[in-house]
């Protein structure tokens, strides 16, 4: 069974950084697509970025710009460093392997 366990959420003021861990209990390298999603107060989970085994990337545009995820294949980690952070990047960041497996979250809150 995967397991997936974020860490690196916090509070933070608009303008600062985060970067969110996501430790998987496997590997994450052969074929599989690592992805961040978040879930703001009201709202629905929404993509935030996602990673290929090729290392191909995908950004929702929201964050384009101003987060980048990144992997290391040898500690089977993702991670999500976040920067100019906005009131808006408020919410709760999960970590996902092919939208099958799910961490149990890291919650983000920016202060404006």
């Known amino acids: 069974q995967v397991r997936l366990l974020e860490s690196g959420g916090g509070l933070v003021q608009a303008g600062g950084s985060l970067r969110l861990s996501c430790v998987a209990s496997v590997s994450i390298f052969s074929g599989n697509v690592m992805g961040w999603y978040r879930r703001a107060p009201g709202k629905q989970r929404e993509l935030v970025a996602t990673i290929r085994s090729d290392g191909g990337t995908i950004y929702a545009d929201s964050v384009k710009g101003r987060f980048t995820i990144s992997r290391d294949t040898a500690k089977n980690t993702v991670y999500l460093q976040m920067n100019s952070l906005k009131f808006d990047d408020t919410a709760i960041y999960y970590c996902?392997?092919?939208?099958?497996?799910w961490g149990q979250g890291t919650q983000v809150t920016v202060s404006s």
């Open positions: 996902t392997r092919d939208n099958v497996y």
